[in-house]
């Protein structure tokens, strides 16, 4: 995924603000990237805008080659679903849905209704660490369960790129430190890069590249300790 000179207006009339001046960045598979600064800064702005939420004012997103700039938004939409998985920190999970079936839900979304598709969020599951949960609502699982349930709906589609605003930040620093490693770990695969938005430097450690913004600009692109060491 890359990024060119993204501009980004918010608001309207004397109240309006320029959120992103000119950004440019890269993300690639195999890294786990940290976007760090102050509130503000414009760190969920971008996130946005690279996951085609937000489209820039000008410059413009490119994902798999091919650039997202003038796309209708039913066409953004197909983006989102095949390359992108989200995570927040709220979790978004539908309480009245296990574990499995939250996961589920972007291959529902896909026409993925089939067995196949349970066994794949299932295997999901197991790969953050919660094969014993499956049949679990989002009522009896605790906040780091909650947050593994939507890291395991956010790579179910298999997608090229992870983008998580804040993934730690409604936890406790134990349960926060593991979510980072289960993230680390999605990123030792090639096929995705993960890009965490964060505030907190205790998980600095981490990362394989931390980019810092402030004003709307990245200030700074350096090696993140799991890389140094």
């Known amino acids: 995924m890359e990024a060119i000179e993204i501009v980004k207006l918010l608001g309207e009339g004397a109240g309006q603000v320029m959120a992103l001046k000119g950004v440019s960045m890269t993300l690639a598979g195999g890294q786990l990237t940290l976007l760090m600064g102050p509130s503000g800064s414009g760190k969920t702005t971008l996130l946005l805008v690279l996951g085609c939420i937000l489209s820039p004012n000008s410059g413009a997103v490119r994902i798999g080659g091919h650039t997202t700039t ?81 890291i395991a709906r956010a790579i179910v589609g298999n997608p090229s790129v992870i983008l998580a605003d804040e993934p730690t930040a409604a936890l406790d620093r134990e349960n926060g430190l593991a979510i980072m490693g289960v993230l680390a770990d999605i990123a030792k695969d090639p096929a995705h890069a993960v890009f965490v938005v964060a505030h907190d430097p205790q998980i600095e450690r981490f990362a394989d590249r931390i980019l810092r913004i402030e004003d709307g600009r990245l200030v700074g692109d350096e090696q993140g300790s799991k890389r140094l060491n």
Do not use: C, M, W
């Open 70 to 150: 003038g796309v209708q938004p039913e066409e953004l939409a197909k983006v989102r679903r095949q390359h992108i998985g989200f995570i927040f920190q709220s979790y978004h999970l539908f309480p009245t849905l296990r574990a499995e079936e939250n996961v589920r839900l972007p291959l529902d979304v896909r026409g993925e209704r089939t067995l196949a598709a349970l066994a794949k969020a299932q295997r999901a599951l197991t790969a953050v660490g919660l094969p014993h949960k499956f049949r679990s609502f989002p009522r009896d699982l605790s906040g780091g369960e909650q947050q593994r349930v939507a």
